[in-house]
């Protein structure tokens, strides 16, 4: 499988940060990972037109799961697809916590960019109160099964394992438990989609740095990072790639 080094910008970046993306594509033209950058919906295209003839996909960070309609302040897959990208990140923990987006939207919405040729990045993570409480398995499983539709495509399926207290802190679970949690994700996949389930990437997200990626790589079933404020600069997330080559 090829691993995924995937950048989300959240809501951070205007027409300046596009100089990000060609510094990025400039340094990275043959990287051995698959290299994404999921910006803002409004530069995705101008994205798109930086990153040209270059290495670099894009994503999108949501969509609505009906393809068009009365859906004031939404983006369609679809529209996410003619803007340039090709992976869009869905049921991410800030999304869950601003729109109260459950597993069975964020299902429908990964149903929604696969209809139109996306490949959806499914974010899934506990929060500190249920890792304390013991229950972060018991909860990603939960969360792996109702938010991966029925029929999904394994080599069209990206998992992201993102403790929710891991995002934005600096703080990152330690080795042995993010092993853990990735054994535990990579079973319920293979239990799912038999022998396909171990082809499905599965990445680390939560305060990876160019610091802590290397020794974040070498655990088995990390198949790459989704990656937020690291991503914003092309050294920082250059950085990361490179560590995700080199593993
Ligand atoms: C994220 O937004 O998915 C994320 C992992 O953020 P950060 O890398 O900043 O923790």
């Not at 295209?45 to 859906?71: I, M, V």
């Not at 974040?216 to 997330?237: E, N, P, Q, T, Y």
Request: net charge negative; charged share 20%.
């Amino acid at each position: 499988m090829r691993r995924l080094a995937a950048g989300n910008w959240k809501m951070n970046g205007d027409g300046a940060a596009l100089a990000e993306v060609r510094a990025l594509v400039a340094s990275h033209p043959d990287p051995v990972c698959e290299m994404l950058l999921c910006p803002p919906a409004t530069l995705l295209s101008r994205a798109a037109g930086a990153a040209a003839g270059g290495a670099l996909a894009l994503g999108g960070q949501d969509c609505h799961p009906r393809p068009s309609g009365a859906h004031t302040g939404d983006v369609s897959a679809a529209m996410l697809r003619e803007a340039g990208a090709t992976y869009v990140i869905l049921g991410h923990s800030e999304r869950r916590a601003d729109h109260g987006e459950d597993d069975a939207l964020v299902a429908a919405k990964a149903s929604a960019a696969l209809a139109a040729g996306l490949i959806p990045i499914v974010c899934l993570g506990e929060t500190e109160g249920q890792r304390d409480a013991g229950e972060t398995l018991d909860v990603v499983a939960a969360q792996l099964d109702g938010s991966v539709p029925d029929g999904a495509p394994p080599d069209r399926l990206v998992i992201a394992y993102e403790p929710v207290w891991a995002i934005g802190t600096g703080r990152t679970p330690t080795l042995p438990q993010i092993t853990q949690v990735h054994a535990h994700l990579r079973a319920r996949l293979c239990d799912r989609f038999g022998a396909a389930g171990s082809g499905i990437r599965i990445l680390y997200g939560g305060s990876v740095k160019p610091d802590n990626a290397a020794a974040i790589f070498a655990l088995r079933d990390v198949d790459g990072a989704l990656v937020g404020g690291a991503s914003l600069r092309a050294a920082d997330f250059g950085a990361i790639v490179a560590a995700l080559d080199a593993a």
